[in-house]
């Protein structure tokens, strides 16, 4: 588990946009019973997640297009809310960081890590447009 002070910052990059932290299996729970789309992004502390994953999100979100819903679990930290979470990106291994888009709970677009890293964010945010526009 990593310490507070070190994951607020990484946190904050997405809870600053608007995303939701869920902390437990049961706010993941919950988060996937809603109607219309969620992106579930797994956060995570390292270098690709800082410089590809998190810029990418909120490049993304500048479409015409987007989610619903956006919510956020942090891997090594909220470990229940991030099992339950890959849980539904089944049959996808359990990746971070990565990223999932749902449409009333069914899985309908999948970012995993070898997606992510060592691309830049702005083709991150490409794909994720590209889901949005289909499937928001």
Sequence with gaps: MYPAELVKPMREDLTAIGFEELHTADDVANAMKREGTTLVVVNSVCGCAAANARPGA????????TPDHLVTVFAGVDREAVDAARAQMVPFPPS????????????VHMLERHHIEGRPADMIAENLKGAFNENC
Excluded: C, D, V, Y
């Design 58 to 65: 909120r490049m993304a979100l500048q479409n015409a297009k």
């Design 96 to 107: 971070s960081p990565s990223m999932a888009l749902f449409r009333n709970g069914e899985l």
